[in-house]
Structures are given as C-alpha cells and as structure tokens.
C-alpha cells in the first residue's frame, strides 16, 4: 500500500492590520501560496497568549507561523514586539519539551508585502515538511514521511508554490 | 506577596513519571500575581506536560484546577474530588500551598511545581524583586524603610560595606547599594540621626534557623 504523503498543518496568526491584508493583497494579486496553512485573524499579535501557541502543537499544528507588523509600525504601538517575546519564550520552551523550535517562527509583514507574506508562508511549510509531522499527534508518519512537492501544470508561473524557493524571506527569529 | 518561579519540564516530567494520572492544582493567590501558578500556567504547564510525555511515550493523563488559595482548608476542600480521582497532585501553589494540600491528603503525593522564591513585589510588568527574608526581627523602622536584611547583600546593619560604586552593589552590580537607599530615605525623612545609632547583633533566632516557626494567638483561639 502506498504511503500517505505528509502534508504539513500550518497555523498562521496574522494581525489584522497588516499580515492579514497581505493575505488579503496576495489573492487580489493572485499570488498563490502552499493551501497547508490555516489562517486566523487576530486583532493585533500582541494579542497572542502563551497558552494559545502551546495549545496548537498540542491539538496537532506541525507548525505555527505569527505574522505580525514590521516593528514600529504596530497599530497598537508596541504589540508585535510583546508578541516576538512570547514567541521567543514558547521556542525556548519547545525546546525544554523536546519540539523543534523551528516549527514556530514569527515574521514581520507590512500590508502591502503580499509576496514576502507568501514566501514567507511558503519557506514555514517547507521548513516543517523537512521537520516531519508533529510527533505529538501524528507519532506513527514520524519516520515516514514522503516528500512531495505540487507541481501543477496549468498554474501561474509567479505562483510562490511552483517556486518555493524562490525567495528567502529574513526571519525575525 | 511570595513570588515563585516555574521548574523546567523535563524536571517536572521526572517528578511525575510513575504516575499515569495528574492533577496540575493552580492557586489563585501570590503565585497567580506572580505568573507562576494561576490559571493561565496550570493549561500552559498541564499542556506542557502532555506534549513531553507523548513525546517519551509516556502515557500521562492531566487534568487541570485551579483553587482560590492552596494555604486554605476551606478551598483545598474545592479539590477533593479531582485530588480524588487522580494518582498524584502537582501543585503549582508555593511551598505553604503544597504542604497544605499534602497534609490533608494522606494518601496522595503531592510534589511541587514551583521552586518558591521570595517574598517580594512587583516592581514593574514583568519584573518581582525581593523585599524581605520574613526574618523573623523586623528592623525596617531603624532604616527608613529599606530592609538591609534582604537587600544588602552582606546583610550589614550599621552602614555600608564601601565597596560600592556609583551607588551600585559591589557584589551585584545590577542592583542599588541598599546603605545608599537607605542614607537618601533617612536623609529625605529626616532622620540622618538614626545612623548614629550602633546596631547590636541581630537575633536571628526569630529567624529559620531553629527548626519551624509557630506564632499563637491565644485570644484568637476558639
């Protein structure tokens, strides 16, 4: 029987006043990225608790991804900034619990940064397809996994998907 | 109010792997204040706990409850039943809290969660310092107010040790000189007259040494 392929599972917290939009621009400017990431909406990533990154590893995400703004261009001041300290903090206790701290990463996007968001998005999926699948919830693909990458025939050649390597956005962390 | 800090995840895994169920007992008290042991890091360190130990293969089941006060009979009786149905109890309470909760559970371990600090404030968000070692001998009203018990780092009692520099600690750098706090404060009240005064040798034992401290009240005694 043939193995399943490992789809990686990326959460995106993406503020709503700019990674959001960019999203948002990304569609309107029909940028594709990986459909492996989940996006929510969140009034600013300095809305981000502790207890809400743990929780997503711990109900099955391969991986998080915070986009927030760039720094000091928050909406709400300083709120991207308390969000890379407890980012900064989950990573390091990823690490005491034996996790990666690669599967958790923030960026900082402005609005109108829709094709860094997607590279962004698209270097996050990659980086967890070559971590694996959460040992957490899924333990059985941990040795298994079979990489697999789309290749669709009829997309757009700009499409960040048919080239994910495109472009190494600078990471925050 | 007594601050405490968290213990590492691979610590507390080790101290509950002979169990199979857990109770993470949060107190909403000091340690709530002092983001250590409320409601909030009982789901993150009950949390914590499941992703390790899945990751061992360890087969640990945890549930969480947090208490008004873990140093009150009134409200550990709130956590009979979950202390009930569960193997053990980690207690993210301070030390008085997991002795409380110990002694009125015969039959249950209960380990403690937190490494229990100090008695201390919080001086800005994020930030607690130490104000006092509860020595038992209170000598605050003789240095305007600053405790060079807790916060000389050679407990000095008549002036500074003159190793300080720029009004900095010479054995902590990144903490005031207290005999420089203490002379600006005496000065502000004035009361500079009060360091004329030569300090006996303090009775330290009010202090920890000697065993447990007990106080009674005889008038509060029913």
Not at chain 1, 95 to 120: Q, Y
Not at chain 2, 179 to 192: P, S
Request: hydrophobic letters at 35%.
């Amino acid at each position: 029987m043939e193995e399943v392929a490992f789809e990686p599972r990326v959460l995106a917290f993406c503020c709503h006043y700019c990674a959001y939009a960019a999203a948002d621009l990304a569609g309107t400017m029909r940028i594709q990225y990986p459909p492996n990431v989940r996006i929510i909406r969140t009034p600013c990533t300095g809305r981000l608790e502790t207890e809400f990154l743990i929780k997503a590893f711990e109900t099955g995400a391969d991986g998080v991804l915070v986009a927030g703004c760039l720094e000091g261009g928050c909406h709400y001041t300083s709120g991207n900034l308390y969000a890379k300290r407890r980012v900064q903090y989950m990573r390091d206790m990823l690490e005491e619990m034996g996790l990666e701290k690669e599967r958790l990463r923030m960026v900082n996007i402005s609005a109108a940064m829709a094709r860094p968001l997607s590279d962004a998005i698209t270097d996050m999926v990659e980086t967890v397809r070559k971590l694996g699948p959460n040992p957490v919830t899924r333990n059985g693909h941990k040795s298994k996994q079979v990489e697999t990458r789309v290749e669709p025939s009829n997309a757009n050649p700009q499409s960040a998907i048919c080239n994910p390597k495109s472009k190494q956005v600078e990471k925050t962390l | 109010m007594i601050v405490a800090e968290r213990k590492k995840i691979p610590e507390l895994l080790d101290i509950v792997k002979e169990h199979q169920r857990l109770l993470v007992l949060g107190c909403g008290t000091c340690v709530t204040v002092c983001l250590a042991g409320g409601e909030r890091e009982v789901g993150i360190i009950s949390s914590a706990l499941r992703i390790a130990s899945r990751l061992q293969g360890v087969d640990l089941a945890v549930e969480e409850l947090t208490i008004e006060r873990q140093c009150d009979n009134v409200f550990i009786e709130q956590a009979a039943d979950a202390i009930e149905r569960n193997d053990a109890v980690l207690s993210l309470g301070c030390g008085a809290g997991v002795q409380a909760v110990a002694e009125r559970y015969h039959n249950k371990p209960v380990y403690a969660g937190l490494n229990t600090t100090f008695i201390g404030i919080l001086e800005e968000q994020g930030i607690w310092t130490e104000k006092c070692a509860a020595c038992g001998a209170c000598v605050l009203h003789e240095y305007g107010g600053i405790c060079p018990v807790t916060r000389c780092a050679k407990r000095m009692l008549n002036g500074p040790c003159g190793g300080s520099r720029e009004d900095r600690c010479e054995v902590r750098p990144d903490v005031p000189c207290a005999w420089q706090l203490i002379y600006a404060r005496l000065k502000e009240i004035g009361q500079l007259d009060k360091l004329q005064r030569i300090a006996p040798p303090k009775d330290w034992s009010h202090s920890i040494d000697g065993g447990q401290r007990l106080i009674v009240r005889q008038d509060h005694r029913i």
